[in-house]
Each structure stands twice: as structure tokens, then as C-alpha cells.
């Protein structure tokens, strides 16, 4: 039974994620490392957790470890923890680059490995995750691992050679929506509409149309042909959007995004 969580890194991520295992309440113990006391300050006064300047405290008490720092500092991390693990914890690696053959490695032992790709959504418990096993995770490792990412949202389980498409799709695609969100709510300002109920207007419109996706099964064209009445403003705006390459341009931000992906892959 895993009743204890650690992590080391309370970052944008980390700290998302954190906030959403604690409010569903997973694990029985969260604790928590950061190099900034504030954060752990914050983390513990709202929710609760334990938590120490000492990452090697937090790597010996863990069952699952969930290292969130940049993916450059988990070598030298990983140096100085390597020693404290318990033999049965499970890694949990969510660093764009690093894959579960390099912890292993920098652990220099064979220690069970999970890759995942969590997004920041997870603060308010809507993440999209993906999540690889290591070949020594056993079904009961498996299960704690998906109950983990799920508490703060959906999780897939991918081959982890599908991290890269993962990378684009949905870990770093919250940035694009948020533009695109911002852009709505600056021309709906310009269009004479209060900059506080812009942003609500457009930040619904986002969330009912990703809800209709998913509830509906139905293919996102469909669900656009719906709106668009034959010679109505929704087409016209559409066409404008095609002629601008809005498809083109969000297909070429998720390339240059899964090569860089790729590319920190290969380098080390």
C-alpha cells in the first residue's frame, strides 16, 4: 500500500499538482522539498503537507517520489538522493527530455520508473496527463500511479515514444488556449464589452466547446458545422479565420514544439 507522496520541486507544476492530490486526498502523507521556503510555506498552511528544506527527508519517507524539477538539474538531483530512495519507491519523471532509461541510469540501479506529462490545469483539477509504465511496475503500481494523476484530472496511458506528440498536444497546448483566449477577449473589448466579462465570455465559450467534444463523441468539424448557419456570421468568421492560416499556425507551433521536445530527448 503507498500512503506516502513525496515531491522534490514545487513549481508551477509541482505545486498544481499538489494542490490537486491534496484536495481528493490520495495519499494519506504529501511531503514536500523546494529551494524557496515560500512555496513550502503556502503549500503547508493551505493544505497541510509536511514539509523540509531536506530532500533526502523527503526521498527516504516516500513511497512515490515525484521529482518536478528542470529537467537540467535531475542528474545532479538524482546524484544526491540516489542513496536515500527505499528499494520498492516508485519515480515518477516529469521532465520534458528525460526519459525513464535516463533516470535509471543516474540512479545506477534498476528502480521502478514512471514517465508522465502532466499540464498546469491540474491546479484546478482538469489536467490532461499521459503517463508511461517501467516493465517492473506491477498492476497494483499501475493502479496507485493512474489514481494519482487522476485525482487532478483525465491521464492516458501512452508508449513513452509518444511523449513527444504528448508534449505539444497537451503539455505545453494550455499556453496556446490561453492566447487564444486573450486575443477573444481583446476583440470583444474592442467591440465595446467590459474587459471582466470579455474574459468570462471567452474563457466559457473555451470550456463549453471542449465539454462538447468530450461528452458528445462527436468529430470537432461536426460540432463546427453546427454553428455555422449557411450565410450567417459564424462562417464568415471562420473563412477569415482559414484565410489568416489558423489551422496552419497551430499546426506549426505543435511541430516546433514536439521537435524541441525531441531534441532535449537527444540531448543530455
Sequence with gaps: MKDTIGFIGAGN?????????????????????????????RLEKKYGVKTSMDANFVASNSD?????????????LIESIKDSVKDDVIIVDIAAGVTILDVKHYFEKDIKVIKAMPNTPALVLQAMSAISFDDLCNEEDKACIQALFNSFG?????????????????????AYVFMMIEAMADAAVKQGLPRKQALVFAAQAVLGSAQMVLKTGMHPGALKDMVCSPGGT??????????????ASIEAAMDVCAKKSKAMTEVK
Design 64 to 76: 512515490v517520489l515525484v521529482l518536478s524539477v528542470k529537467p537540467k538539474h535531475y542528474k545532479a
Design 13 to 41: 507544476m509541482g505545486s498544481a499538482m499538489i494542490e490537486g492530490i491534496a484536495q481528493k486526498k490520495v495519499f494519506k502523507n504529501i511531503l514536500v522539498n523546494d529551494h524557496h521556503p515560500e512555496n513550502l510555506e
Design 234 to 247: 459564424t462562417i464568415d468568421a471562420v473563412c477569415e479565420l482559414e484565410k489568416m492560416g489558423f489551422r
Design 154 to 174: 483525465k491521464c492516458e496511458v501512452v508508449d513513452e515514444t509518444m511523449m513527444d506528440a504528448v508534449t505539444c498536444v497537451s503539455g505545453s497546448s494550455p
